[in-house]
């Protein structure tokens, strides 16, 4: 089972997807639509869903700070 979320970040909408991982563990998987190239990545495996969505968040919006257009 996954969970979906949207977060709004400097104009950007974040889409993090929250999902069990092997060994028991959760992990969020983020895009952010409209980047080109389309960004997206892994936040780090986490013992709770909430740990792994804000793993994910914080991973995007570094990555999104990074973006020339940020």
């Known amino acids: 089972m996954s969970a979906t979320h949207e977060i709004e970040y400097k104009g950007r909408t974040i889409k993090i997807t929250v999902a069990m991982a092997t ?3 959760q992990i969020g998987t983020f895009t952010v639509p409209g980047t080109d ?4 990545g892994t936040g780090a495996d ?3 869903a909430e740990a792994a969505l804000h793993s994910a968040e914080h991973k995007a919006k570094e ?3 990074r973006l020339p257009s940020a």
């Open 37 to 40: 190239p389309l960004v997206r």
């Open 23 to 25: 060994g028991g563990k």
């Open 46 to 48: 986490a013992n709770s």
């Open 63 to 65: 990555m999104i700070d």
